[in-house]
């Protein structure tokens, strides 16, 4: 089981004082905060991208390269990686050379953004959305596995002898995530390729996360991927922790108010009630989030948000040292009883382990299927063949 | 399961008169249609009581339990009365608004039987000029006879409401009969053809 952060990247004032960050702030603050997650023992730092303000990260590799040199350890993801706005082909070209720069420490969450206003900035238009994380993807996988790619799609120019520089570290692509919130597609889209699939969980009820990763689950198997509780499932949540329940709900109230998203709507309470967000003390975050199992099963990753709304740098990092005692906890936690035949959550060292695997099997059984590394039957239907 | 009608209302008073003309077109049509051997049981809502859900979910895009439950009813209506205040010549803005809500299709092909209350007989006019493209927009089977009550309407001695309603009611029943609203499917319950997505993206 994975623990970590993600962050949207939003500069936001602080209702508290009335300071906004400086963009510059805001990224520096990126980097303490992920160099932070690191140290208190943490796995994953997940980056945002967005295009427009109040948000600053347009750049998601260039600011996850520079955290790849300021740490060792934590694996770097996204949340998310545009796969609608963006060329496929940059994206491959972007996490193959982050890939290398990190030895291997990155993945990547694929989401199609929700800003209307965006799509039409990179000449597309945004009820195509689900239309384009098909396509799109179905190219950069294929951009991150084949020598030379000949291609033809709706929505890019065709490419014609085209070869990624660099390939993907030892061979293997980056492992990726497929993230929605409500979209049937994106979780079928995920279970066909035996990619992993990460619900946001934050903004929604629990009814809803559970019906789209039992959705994916059940897809999962359908593929044949494996039986459904071995499915590699990720989830989003929220926390503000204080020793004292009664302080941190004081502190985290004025934020929560006028939060960007939320902020003016339910009160505080009641959006605890209906969603995974816990304001309280230690314990109280550390027995819900266990209780998250009871929502989707055994699974593989869960990342928090703790720096947006305009909270200050020093309090977030307080945040992390508080999330670092209760690690221990977690990790025990979600151990226990866990099934065997549930697997972590792919690394680039398990992919590569896989993938060689398979290259010692495929020679001797030619139709051989890697469900790890997603090599499935279906790379032919990718091709344009039907099956 | 019965078949169910659901009497969607959305006056803010108590006593309201539109949840009243509501209630007498459900019991109405419940007639009807138990007369032609289709029983239905009626499910009331009253948007009253779901305003500051429906304003947290345009802000925040969380629906709460009371919402996402009220929307199942909806789909898996064979026939939806609704019943709209008069506001400043249009139905009421929590009219509206749980319309706008809504996942697009529910109400395709579901018949609805529209009805509206006002001060004076001057706002009759409202399902025609405002109620009737907004349904028409969201494609539902519309009744052919729907009903105004003003104020007035209701010390009427003739009994004229009474037959307006009745009249609505077996024009309503009638549709629903013969072209019952089905139950909107569950998209997760199924599996998508990806294959069909890949290629007809």
């Known amino acids: ?387 | 399961m019965t078949d169910t009608v659901v009497v969607l209302t959305a006056g803010v008073g108590t006593p309201s008169s539109s949840q009243l003309l509501g209630e007498q077109l459900a019991k109405a049509t419940q007639r009807v249609l138990a007369a032609a051997g289709k029983p239905v049981e009626l499910v009331s809502i009253e948007l009253r009581t779901l305003a500051s859900d429906l304003a947290h979910q345009l802000t925040t895009h969380v629906p709460s339990p009371a919402l996402t439950q009220v929307y199942g009813a909806v789909g898996r209506a064979v026939g939806v009365i609704v019943v709209t205040p008069v506001f400043n010549a249009s139905y009421s803005g929590l009219f509206k608004l749980f319309f706008d809500l809504m996942d697009e299709g529910v109400m395709a092909a579901r018949p609805v039987l529209l009805a509206a209350t006002g001060g004076t007989a001057r706002h009759s006019l409202v399902i025609d000029t405002a109620m009737l493209p907004l349904f028409h927009y969201l494609k539902a089977a519309i009744a052919p006879v729907g009903v105004f009550a003003a104020t007035g309407d209701w010390g009427d001695q003739a009994g004229q409401l009474k037959a307006r309603i009745e009249s609505a009611a077996r024009a309503f029943g009638q549709l629903v009969a013969e072209r019952p609203g089905v139950t909107v499917e569950d998209e997760f319950a199924v599996g998508i053809d990806f294959e069909n997505l890949l290629h007809g993206a």
């Open chain 1, 1 to 387: 089981m994975q623990f970590g952060i993600f962050t949207v990247g939003d500069v936001t004032t602080d209702p508290t004082t009335g300071v906004t960050p400086t963009e510059h702030e805001r990224i520096k603050a990126a980097v303490a905060i992920a160099t932070k997650a690191e140290e208190v023992g943490l796995d994953v730092f997940a980056h945002g991208e967005h295009h427009n303000p109040p948000f600053h990260p347009s750049s998601p590799t260039t600011l996850l390269g520079y955290v790849a040199a300021k740490t060792e350890r934590i694996l770097l993801s996204t949340a998310t990686t545009l796969i609608t706005t963006n060329d496929p082909v940059k994206i491959a070209e972007d996490y193959s050379v982050l890939q290398h720069l990190a030895d291997g420490r990155v993945d990547l969450m694929l989401g199609r953004g929700n800003t209307g206003p965006v799509y039409p900035w990179f000449g597309r238009d945004i009820r195509d959305g689900i239309s384009l994380a098909v396509e799109n993807y179905a190219l950069l996988r294929r951009l991150w596995r084949e020598p030379v790619v000949d291609w033809e799609g709706k929505f890019r120019t065709p490419l014609q002898g085209f070869t990624l520089a660099p390939q993907p570290l030892d061979g293997v692509p980056p492992f990726v995530w497929h993230g929605s919130i409500r979209s049937p597609q994106i979780a079928e889209q995920a279970a066909f390729y035996g990619d992993g699939f990460f619900h946001n969980h934050i903004f929604w009820p629990q009814t809803h996360t559970r019906q789209m990763v039992e959705l994916y689950r059940r897809r999962w198997e359908h593929y044949g991927h494996g039986p459904a509780n071995t499915a590699i499932v990720g989830l989003g949540g929220q926390f503000f922790m204080r020793r004292n329940s009664q302080d941190a709900v004081r502190e985290f109230r004025p934020y929560f108010d006028v939060a960007p998203v939320y902020g003016h709507g339910p009160s505080l309470e009641e959006f605890m009630a209906q969603t995974p967000l816990t304001v309280g003390s230690p314990q109280q975050v550390l027995e819900r989030t266990l209780g998250f199992r009871e929502v989707v099963g055994d699974y593989q990753r869960q990342l928090f948000l703790i720096d947006h709304a305009g909270l200050p740098l020093k309090t977030v990092l307080e945040q992390l040292d508080l999330f670092g005692e209760i690690l221990p906890e977690l990790r025990k936690g979600f151990a226990k009883d866990r099934p065997a035949e549930v697997p972590d959550a792919p690394t680039h060292a398990s992919l590569v382990a896989a993938a060689e695997a398979e290259r010692t099997v495929s020679t001797a059984l030619p139709t051989a299927v890697d469900d790890v590394t997603g090599r499935s039957p279906y790379q032919a239907v990718e091709a344009g063949a039907k099956l």
